[in-house]
């Protein structure tokens, strides 16, 4: 199983962006999503849980999704602030209830 | 508040073990798991395995099964992650993060591993 993230994306403060994350075996609703956030030199949060759903003290303006026409699921961040240029990955699981992480996304807020 | 507070930065020489402690405090131990991931030096993520700290059931990632164990001492609230038979690509931060299933909200600082001869 892998997940497939572009390499970078970037974007203007107060725009809308959105990650991809396209699983290529099995089907993108059969194991929850998560979403991950790396700021340099800090340890990885978790901004998205179960597809769609915020842990607490995340704001609003993250939020996912999953498609299953093109079998990926997606991370959303509106309003972008420069706080939030870091790295992003996605993480579901195999057959076997192993995680597996996307490679990461760098997200660029310039 | 909750606080993951893991051991310090290891340099270890190919072959040998290191094990590495990720201390909790400001929850009950018990009633989480215990995740374990690494990041090798500018590469993503990696998932090594994940340890209930209430019964001690683990699940550990494949290609580190006959290497790794990851333990609970829930009289000081504390998970270890112990890697054996180093090799330089274990080179690596290892971090602890406190969870169930699919929510992980609290990680820790991260220990920094160098192996190298």
């Known amino acids: 199983l892998m997940l497939t993230q572009p390499l970078s994306v970037s974007e203007s403060p107060g725009k809308t962006v959105t990650i991809s994350c396209t699983r290529s075996t099995g089907t993108i609703d059969s194991n929850f999503v998560q979403w991950y956030q790396q700021r340099p030199g800090s340890s990885p949060t978790t901004v998205i849980y179960e597809d769609n759903r915020r842990p607490s003290g995340v704001p609003d303006r993250f939020s996912g999704s999953i498609d299953t026409s093109s079998n990926s699921a997606s991370l959303t961040i509106s309003g972008l602030k420069t706080e939030d240029e870091a790295d992003y990955y996605c993480q579901s699981y195999d057959d076997n209830n192993h995680w597996v992480f996307g490679r990461g996304t760098k997200l660029t807020v310039l | 508040q909750v606080q993951l507070v893991q051991s310090g930065t290891e340099v270890k020489k190919p072959g040998a073990s290191v094990k590495v402690s990720c201390k909790a405090s400001?929850?009950?131990?018990?009633?989480?798991?215990v995740l374990w991931v690494r990041q090798a030096p500018g590469q993503g993520l990696e998932w090594m395995g994940w340890?209930?700290?209430?019964?001690?059931?683990?699940n550990y990632a494949q290609n580190l099964q006959g290497r790794v164990t990851m333990t609970t001492d829930t009289s000081t609230s504390t998970a270890y992650m112990d890697l054996r038979n180093l090799r330089s690509d274990d080179t690596a931060i290892y971090y602890c993060?406190?969870?169930?299933?699919?929510?992980?909200?609290?990680w820790g600082q991260g220990t920094r591993v160098t192996v190298s001869s």
């Open positions: 340890i209930s700290a209430y019964n001690g059931d683990t």
């Open positions: 993060a406190r969870g169930h299933s699919t929510l992980f909200d609290y």
């Open positions: 400001g929850y009950t131990f018990t009633s989480y798991g």
